[in-house]
């Protein structure tokens, strides 16, 4: 499903000459809460025009469920440019970084001590499902591969089953109208962010997408926009 966009940036809010118009998001509806930040634009900061337009392919593509993968060299600047890229378009991002003790608890939520008692605390996997921020992780690669395996309905955009509650949350998909707690209307996204090992001569941020996003290389009727 398709998210609405409630407005557009022009394509030189992001350092290009050029009088294109991105879909996004008026500031003024703009709202959230931790962990998802609104981030501040950086007018110092440069995007490469390549991985812009691939990263606006993904922004605009019909499917909101298709993850986006980057990868590249330690200090390139994936998670730069998507966050400058996020607050461009005015949405909300939850970002975090695995580690080699990353579990899926991490993303999801876990029991924890609460106001004297015990409640269950989501995690920013499901916060995002709840509310349609960004869901951007770093270093993903990091976590132990049986993360990975078991975080598939993430992935897939599909709702996440909490087994310790037994609850199942649906992802905000952006329904096309104005809801009273959610005032953005858009759907929950995940950013999929990794390094390349050293010696790898790519310097700027490599993108990649499922196979349907692909699809639009060859005979899809959804066209990038030429920025």
Known sequence: MPMTFTTCISAQDFGLASETMIP??????????????????????????????????????????????????????????????????????????????????????????????????????????????????????????????????IFEGQSITIEKTGLSIPRHVNPGHCHRQLPLRYAARVGLQLSQPAGRQHVRPLLAYGSRLAQTRSGSPHRPIPL
Do not use: M
Request: with cysteine.
């Open 24 to 153: 996004g998001f008026q500031a003024s509806q703009l709202s959230c809460a931790a962990p998802a930040q609104i981030v501040r634009v950086d007018p110092c900061h440069v995007f490469d025009e390549s991985f812009l337009q691939d990263l606006v392919l993904w922004w605009t593509w019909p499917d909101t469920r298709i993850p986006l993968y980057i990868a590249g060299p330690t200090g390139c600047g994936k998670t730069t440019s998507v966050l400058q890229f996020l607050a461009r378009v005015h949405v909300p991002v939850i970002s975090l970084t695995c580690s080699r003790r990353f579990v899926k608890d991490d993303l999801v939520g876990r029991w924890g001590a609460l106001e004297g008692g015990f409640a269950w605390i989501d995690g920013p996997a499901t916060i995002a499902w709840k509310t349609g921020a960004v869901l951007l992780i770093n270093e993903f690669s990091l976590a132990p591969p049986e993360v990975w395996v078991g975080a598939n309905d």
